[in-house]
């Protein structure tokens, strides 16, 4: 079946500009999570969507991000006001109820210039 | 944020050698997870434990959960060249249901 798919695959933007990061999840995953990866880095958790409950925000960095989740589907992460610093691939997994496993997208990878 | 030691950092390794990489941590894990991701994609799961002591294996591959569940490794026996990528150990911990801490990585490269 269908994987995690992300949108889009790249993106190039300027200092100061907004994006927007798109995720599919697998269809029937309750469980959707974003993660941050830097040149050479693992995995930094940014945020948890769980169902209807409320997302757990706490590994965002700043409040230049944020991100929603629509319909217990598709997923949005915002990046407001890039930085240089900001560059990273950005990953989305998802998993299915009852199972903690995580199932990664292929990433978005941002370079703000 | 928070990450697990995962070593070797790197490894160089001659076509059809066993290779040995692993994860350890100070706190206790109730899961673990390992993945490998190959360039510009996404980390694939290659294997999940969730007992302590518990030995799995995927073809080639051999994962444990340590018995103390502060460590665990991976084995890849017989390495082929499309075994190059970066290992990712992963580890659930008891107080977070759901946040999993990652490790830095292995990158593994097989000389043919």
């Known amino acids: 079946g269908a994987g995690v798919s992300q949108s889009p695959s790249n993106k190039v933007t300027e200092k100061g500009k907004d994006v927007e990061l798109r995720c599919d999840p697998i269809?029937?995953?309750?469980?959707l999570y974003w993660y941050r990866q830097s040149l050479g880095q693992g995995l930094e958790f940014l945020i948890y969507?769980?169902?209807?409950?409320?997302?757990?925000k706490s590994g965002l960095p700043s409040d230049r991000f944020s991100a929603e989740r629509t319909g217990g589907s598709v997923s949005t992460l915002t990046i407001q006001r890039t930085q240089q610093e900001d560059s990273a691939v950005y990953l989305c997994?998802?998993?299915?109820?009852?199972?903690?496993?995580?199932?990664f997208g292929p990433g978005t990878r941002l370079l703000v210039l | 944020g928070q990450q697990l030691n995962q070593s070797p950092q790197s490894m160089f390794i001659q076509e059809g050698e066993d290779v040995s990489m692993n994860c350890t941590s100070s706190?206790?894990?109730?899961?673990w997870l390992w993945y490998k991701q190959d360039p510009g994609e996404g980390p694939v799961l290659l294997i999940a434990?969730?007992?302590?002591?518990e030995l799995t294996s995927n073809g080639r591959l051999t994962a444990q959960f340590g018995i103390t569940r502060k460590d665990s490794f991976l084995n890849i026996s017989a390495s082929i060249p499309s075994d190059v990528g970066i290992y990712f150990c992963?580890?659930?911990?008891?107080?977070?249901?759901?946040?999993?801490?990652f490790g830095t990585g292995t990158r593994l490269k097989v000389l043919a």
């Open positions: 997994a998802s998993s299915p109820p009852l199972y903690e496993t995580q199932y």
């Open positions: 269809s029937g995953h309750t469980a």
């Open positions: 969507f769980q169902g209807n409950s409320a997302p757990d």
């Open positions: 706190s206790i894990f109730n899961t």
């Open positions: 434990l969730y007992k302590a002591g």
């Open positions: 992963a580890g659930q911990q008891p107080s977070g249901t759901y946040k999993y801490i």
